[in-house]
T-cell receptor
Framework: GIQVEQSPPDLILQEGANSTLRCNFSDSVNNLQWFHQNPWGQLINLFY???GTKQNGRLSATTVATERYSLLYISSSQTTDSGVYFCAVETAGNQFYFGTGTSLTVIP | GAVVSQHPSRVICKSGTSVKIECRSL??????MFWYRQFPKQSLMLMATSNEGSKATYEQGVEKDKFLINHASLTLSTLTVTSAHPEDSSFYIC??????????FGQGTRLTVV
């Protein structure tokens, strides 16, 4: 199956700092999504981004499909950004294969 | 976006009993539904893919007789954990797809077997 790796696995930031999360995948995929998992386990969709760049407020994402990676940028981080961030790649059959996750802690 | 409802959100059951988890697509017809499992502090692992009206396809290492999946209609899939044991305790999440757009995820079910 497709391998999806994320880095770093853990990240601690001071409030206001910027960060970049990376997602590498091993094969061509139909689509890619970034999720934030809240403390209750719910997956919050951040970006649906098979290629190119998208921005939503303090968050932006870039996927370079030909090089099989995606980046999630968080600017001016806030304590509410804390949590686990997953990237997931979608196959032609709509199956998602999730990355290993990045656990982000933003300290005040 | 489309809504996928999962029920219950949390369940505690005794070892040896069976538990059924429902996944419903509320505003679209889901030709395909997927079930995922997440252990604490780990990623989500695809367990199985179910297409409406046919048998589910299980990922390698997932016990078919332990995790029974039924997808009898275009809006409902169920996952039954049979003869549950403490090691089955986990977070289970479903997703649903119409085949035309991206898949949408349910809220998840936290199962605790005591």
């Amino acid at each position: 199956g497709i391998q999806v790796e994320q880095s770093p696995p853990d990240l601690i930031l001071q409030e206001g700092a910027n960060s970049t999360l990376r997602c590498n995948f091993s094969d061509s995929v139909n689509n890619l999504q970034w999720f934030h998992q809240n403390p209750w386990g719910q997956l919050i969709n951040l970006f649906y981004i098979p290629s190119g760049t998208k921005q939503n407020g303090r968050l932006s994402a870039t996927t370079v499909a030909t090089e099989r990676y995606s980046l999630l940028y968080i600017s001016s981080s806030q304590t509410t950004d804390s949590g686990v961030y997953f990237c997931a790649v979608e196959t032609a059959g709509n199956q998602f294969y999730f990355g290993t996750g990045t656990s982000l802690t933003v300290i005040p | 976006g489309a809504v996928v409802s999962q029920h219950p959100s949390r369940v505690i059951c005794k070892s040896g009993t069976s538990v059924k988890i429902e996944c419903r697509s509320l505003d679209f017809q889901a030709t395909t539904m997927f079930w995922y499992r997440q252990f604490p502090k780990q990623s989500l692992m695809l367990m199985a893919t179910s297409n409406e009206g046919s048998k589910a396809t299980y990922e390698q290492g997932v016990e078919k007789d332990k995790f029974l999946i039924n997808h009898a209609s275009l809006t409902l899939s169920t996952l039954t954990v049979t003869s549950a044991h403490p090691e089955d305790s986990s977070f289970y999440i479903c997703s649903a797809s119409s085949g035309e757009t991206e898949a949408f995820f349910g809220q998840g079910t936290r199962l605790t077997v005591v």
